[in-house]
């Protein structure tokens, strides 16, 4: 199976979740493929004004403020979104720097806190993505919004394509012959 399969195998996956989902549902998504993650919203992004919607972005950047804006942005849902229907995409797999993602423990954190007013401002799919290293971490940091969970995945780049013209013994071989 080449990369593209791979990334339309969780893209379906994907669509699966958001298309049967009546309602708040949480979906974590722990990924280093920056590429794959890219992919997947765009494809979420396509097939939702398809459908008449859009999706809720809320890109996380560091600074001092950092934890306090993103909170006050995940919480303080617009009425447009929630007419719109539209699940929220929270990528946390952009920085992977030790101060973001002791920031991103720290969000983990408050909204396992916060987990009645997430689940109260999103009537629709919360879909996060956070680094592979996380998912262990994610359970213990934040063991509300664990057992909360609709689904979770641990994404795992795909292996390269071997481009090779050796033959399964290593022998070399000439195009056009086997």
Same mark, same amino acid.
């Given at each position: 199976?080449?990369?593209?399969?791979? /990334?339309?195998?969780?893209?379906?996956? @994907?669509?699966?979740?958001?298309?049967? *989902?009546?309602?708040?549902? @949480?979906?974590?998504?722990?990924?280093?493929?920056?590429?794959?993650?890219?992919?997947? +919203?765009? +494809?979420?992004?396509?097939?939702?004004?398809?459908?008449?919607?859009?999706?809720?972005?809320?890109?996380? /950047?560091?600074?001092?403020?950092? #934890?306090?804006?993103?909170?006050?942005?995940?919480?303080?849902?617009?009425?447009?979104?929630?007419?719109?229907?539209?699940?929220?995409?929270?990528? @946390?797999?952009? $920085?992977? *720097?030790?101060?973001?993602?002791? $920031? /991103?423990?720290? @969000?983990?954190?408050?909204?396992?806190?916060?987990?009645?007013?997430?689940?109260?401002? /999103?009537? $629709?799919?919360?879909?996060? #993505?956070?680094?592979?290293?996380?998912?262990?971490?994610?359970?213990?940091?934040?063991? $509300?919004?664990? =057992?909360?969970? =609709?689904? =979770?995945?641990?994404?795992?780049?795909?292996?390269?394509?071997?481009?090779?013209?050796?033959?399964?013994?290593?022998?070399? #071989?000439?195009?056009?012959?086997?």
């Amino acid at each position: 199976m080449n990369g593209g399969e791979r /990334y339309e195998r969780f893209w379906q996956e @994907l669509r699966h979740h958001i298309e049967w *989902t009546q309602g708040f549902a @949480l979906l974590f998504y722990f990924c280093d493929d920056i590429q794959l993650a890219y992919f997947l +919203r765009q +494809r979420l992004q396509q097939f939702l004004i398809g459908n008449t919607s859009r999706l809720q972005t809320v890109d996380c /950047y560091g600074g001092e403020a950092w #934890l306090e804006n993103t909170l006050d942005r995940l919480l303080s849902r617009s009425e447009k979104w929630r007419l719109l229907h539209a699940p929220l995409w929270l990528d @946390l797999t952009r $920085d992977q *720097t030790e101060q973001a993602l002791a $920031d /991103y423990r720290k @969000l983990l954190l408050r909204l396992n806190e916060r987990r009645d007013s997430l689940r109260k401002y /999103y009537v $629709d799919p919360v879909i996060i #993505l956070l680094p592979t290293s996380f998912q262990q971490e994610c359970r213990l940091a934040a063991p $509300d919004l664990w =057992s909360i969970r =609709s689904f =979770s995945e641990i994404i795992h780049p795909p292996s390269p394509t071997r481009l090779s013209n050796n033959d399964p013994k290593g022998n070399r #071989l000439e195009r056009g012959r086997a």
